[in-house]
């Protein structure tokens, strides 16, 4: 079966523009996460989204981020007025409960 | 607030070696602790999760066990492979959150 899905996988883009980060997670799944990770840091947890649940967003860094969840499946990450620091790859992974996680490949986000 | 911590940061090894990675983490108060490989590029894998209850848990080459009252883990890899080379990262859940914290990972390589 298909696994975790995200794209684009490159993103290149001016500082000060939107940007929209796409996670497709396995079908079934209920829970989906999302997290950043920079150039010799480890994972940065940014929002969590649980079935039906108010989604935690405590990791998310600013207001420029948001997160959508629609129909308990496909996920977007959108950064307005995108910064230079937000320039790392993006992460999605999705699970069942209590099972592992399943990690896309990743979104690379460069801000020039 | 609970701090995941991987020794050593990189760790290079011949070919045959066994091999044991470090993870400690400071509240024993876990849910579960995941263990990861990551490849140059490409998202996370799950290799081993060990829940709260469970001391290790084994797949393969692999051996990963956990002592949560010292705030411990650690994976044991039996005759390391080139193909092994990869950061591998591990991860615990935090009691009554659904938020994985990650270390900062151990780069492996293994010499032909």
């Known amino acids: 079966g298909a696994g975790v899905s995200q794209s684009p996988s490159n993103k290149v883009t001016e500082k000060g523009k939107d940007v929209e980060l796409r996670c497709d997670p396995i079908?079934?799944?209920?829970?989906l996460y999302w997290y950043r990770q920079s150039l010799g840091q480890g994972l940065e947890f940014l929002i969590y989204?649980?079935?039906?649940?108010?989604?935690?967003k405590s990791g998310l860094p600013s207001d420029r981020f948001s997160a959508e969840r629609t129909g308990g499946s496909v996920s977007t990450l959108t950064i307005q007025r995108t910064q230079q620091e937000d320039s790392a790859v993006y992460l999605c992974?999705?699970?069942?409960?209590?099972?592992?996680?399943?990690f896309g490949d990743g979104t690379r986000l460069s801000i020039l | 607030k609970q701090e995941v911590t991987q020794i050593p940061a990189a760790l290079s090894v011949p070919e045959g070696e066994n091999l044991v990675l470090n993870c400690s983490f400071t509240?024993?108060?876990?849910?579960?602790l995941q263990w990861f490989r990551q490849d140059p590029g490409k998202g996370l894998t799950s290799l081993l999760l060990?829940?709260?209850?469970?001391r290790e848990q084994t797949s393969g080459r692999l051996n990963a066990s956990l002592d949560k009252s010292s705030g411990r883990s650690t994976l044991y890899i039996a005759a390391s492979q080139p193909g092994d080379s990869a950061t591998y990262l591990c991860?615990?859940?935090?009691?009554?959150?659904?938020?994985?914290?990650f270390g900062t990972g151990t780069r492996l390589k293994v010499l032909a």
């Open positions: 992974a999705s699970s069942s409960l209590n099972q592992p996680q399943h």
């Open positions: 079908s079934g799944h209920t829970a």
């Open positions: 989204f649980q079935g039906n649940s108010a989604p935690d």
């Open positions: 509240d024993s108060a876990i849910y579960n």
């Open positions: 060990i829940q709260s209850s469970q």
């Open positions: 991860a615990v859940v935090s009691s009554g959150t659904y938020k994985y914290i």
